[in-house]
């Protein structure tokens, strides 16, 4: 698995979660909903994600 699906699994998984959260736990957790959604908006830009430094030491092969 290359960095980028495995950054785009993660931030699917941390909104459906969240959402899941929101929705049953607290209003709050939308916020990181927002938050995910606004990182992965800026990363389409800059090319760049703290994540994907987290799957690079986790041994994600770089993408070709």
């Known amino acids: 698995m290359t960095v ?3 950054l785009r ?3 699917g998984v ?3 979660a969240s ?3 929101g929705l ?3 209003h709050w957790f939308f916020a990181f909903t927002a938050f995910v959604g606004l990182n ?3 990363s389409a830009f800059t ?3 703290p ?3 987290f799957l690079r030491k986790a041994g994600f092969k770089a993408d070709a």
């Open 47 to 49: 090319r760049s994600c």
């Open 40 to 42: 992965l908006f800026q």
């Open 14 to 16: 941390f909104i459906l």
């Open 51 to 53: 994540m994907m430094w």
């Open 19 to 21: 959402l899941a959260l």
């Open 4 to 6: 980028n699906e495995g």
């Open 24 to 26: 049953w736990v607290s």
């Open 9 to 11: 699994g993660i931030a």
